[in-house]
């Protein structure tokens, strides 16, 4: 019999636990302690001359000591081997991972609400001190089973972010689980959303037995556009406050979601418990005076035009198929830069067109497709507000250049404009309809009457200036 491996005259080593790209983590007795079970947390030799790694194995040390919470793995002690690799001695969690739960499928309501709102209140007493987790996964979630109930523990903040960290000093690096990424997170930004988001992920996950986003693509992160199904297309008796709460989690821009993680638990568990509570759009703001006068043309590329004018409602609030389908808008204004906040509080199809001289001065009309973009789905999500250009904003057109903008909102896809997507684009994404007849016969449909409950179009008269 091989003789015990014993650190720091202490922790008896008893088998490895598993190993990731930084890090070894073995099952140990603390002989100290009645032979109590501990997790080591160890760093590995060919990468302990990696800063960064050296860095963060310091940061989750000061992670899980400035966070005192039951919903997060305690730090017990640290020291070295005998070979003088650093290591960390972290509570032992007896348990199975969220991700072995999930691969028996998908989870009832009543265990996921209680386990979302654990994790929620986990991620607020993380961020309360200044600590980000970065890389909240099915796996990181451990489960306790007690009395029928769980109990959520949450480890690895391996590349946790910390605020004023007194391990500063190495360079950024993006790091963290692609699936459950916040877009600003791959970006380099990540924040306490970037935690929000990831939850998100999980929650959908855990609703459906699905991953919203396919692990082989990165569309996600870099694109606003939604490619992927909303929960009740997957699981219909899914409540919708609770739909609604996971796709503002998952909204593409930090500021679009819950003001703090506890906020979405919250949501999420009593979206699943019944609740009447609801997710709505802030009250719109009040149409201007006196609308815009300007046509407007992208920043980027002269095709690109949009709508100038107030902000308001198009219809009254509605119910599916029975009253008025609605859609609003706030338009920014930055000096003769414009860009739109778009909202509905029901799910549907959005698109936006421009029906424009395709140069100034010129006779030829054509027609551009402003949204959605590179052929993208024109799904739209009740309780959302898209931004429109996603970055920068529209510039002012000149007055020998006239415009006709329209906003459609459809309970189906728009068969003309889906027609529009298969056009050449440039290279903003934009598809442009360059037969003045066939572009004529497109706007003739638009401004032909339509039943409201079913399709709204919109134009917005625009004056030149």
Request: proline share 6%.
């Amino acid at each position: 019999m091989s003789p015990a491996i014993v650190w720091k005259d202490r922790y008896e080593i008893e088998r490895p636990l598993g190993r990731g790209g930084m890090s070894a983590v073995f099952l140990a007795k603390d002989r100290q302690l009645l032979s109590k079970y501990v997790v080591i947390k160890v760093l590995l030799e060919e990468m302990s001359e990696d800063e960064w790694v050296r860095q963060k194995f310091q940061q989750e040390m000061e992670a899980l000591a400035r966070i005192d919470h039951p919903g997060v793995v305690g730090v017990l002690d640290t020291g070295q081997t005998p070979e003088g690799k650093q290591f960390l001695v972290m509570q032992y969690v007896d348990g199975e991972t969220l991700r072995q739960v999930l691969d028996q499928g998908r989870m009832d309501f009543a265990r996921s609400a209680a386990i979302v709102r654990q994790v929620g209140q986990a991620l607020a007493a993380a961020h309360e001190k200044g600590v980000w987790h970065r890389d909240l996964k099915p796996e990181n979630i451990m489960l306790q089973r007690s009395g029928g109930e769980d109990y959520v523990k949450l480890i690895d903040f391996g590349i946790a972010g910390i605020q004023n960290s007194q391990f500063a000093g190495a360079a950024t690096k993006v790091a963290g689980t692609l699936t459950y990424m916040a877009p600003e997170q791959f970006m380099g930004n990540p924040c306490a959303a970037s935690d929000t988001y990831a939850l998100g992920v999980v929650a959908y996950e855990m609703l459906t037995g699905k991953k919203p986003f396919s692990a082989d693509s990165m569309t996600h992160l870099v694109q606003e556009q939604r490619s992927w199904d909303p929960p009740r297309h997957l699981r219909p008796d899914i409540p919708e406050a609770a739909e609604k709460a996971v796709l503002k989690a998952l909204s593409f821009r930090p500021e679009a979601r819950q003001a703090s993680v506890r906020e979405f638990a919250e949501q999420f568990a009593s979206g699943l418990a019944g609740s009447d509570e609801t997710l709505v759009l802030e009250p719109p703001v009040e149409p201007s005076a006196k609308a815009s006068k300007a046509p407007v043309i992208a920043g980027l590329a002269a095709a690109l035009l949009l709508v100038a004018g107030g902000a308001g409602w198009f219809a009254t609030h509605s119910k599916p198929k029975l009253e008025p389908l609605q859609v609003s808008y706030h338009l920014i204004r930055d000096g003769r830069r414009i860009r739109f906040d778009v909202g509905t509080a029901e799910p549907g199809y959005l698109y936006i067109v421009n029906y424009g001289q395709d140069a100034p001065g010129s006779t030829k009309w054509t027609l551009n497709l402003l949204h959605p973009l590179k052929g993208a789905s024109a799904a739209f999500l009740g309780g959302e507000t898209l931004r429109i250009p996603q970055q920068g904003y529209f510039a002012a057109n000149t007055a020998d250049n006239q415009n006709r903008p329209f906003i459609v909102f459809a309970r189906q896809p728009v068969k003309e404009l889906e027609d529009l997507k298969m056009l050449p684009q440039d290279t903003n994404g934009t598809a442009t309809l360059d037969d003045p007849t066939r572009a004529a016969s497109v706007v003739k449909d638009l401004t032909a009457p339509h039943s409201d409950d079913q399709m709204v179009v919109r134009e917005v008269p625009l004056e030149a200036k």
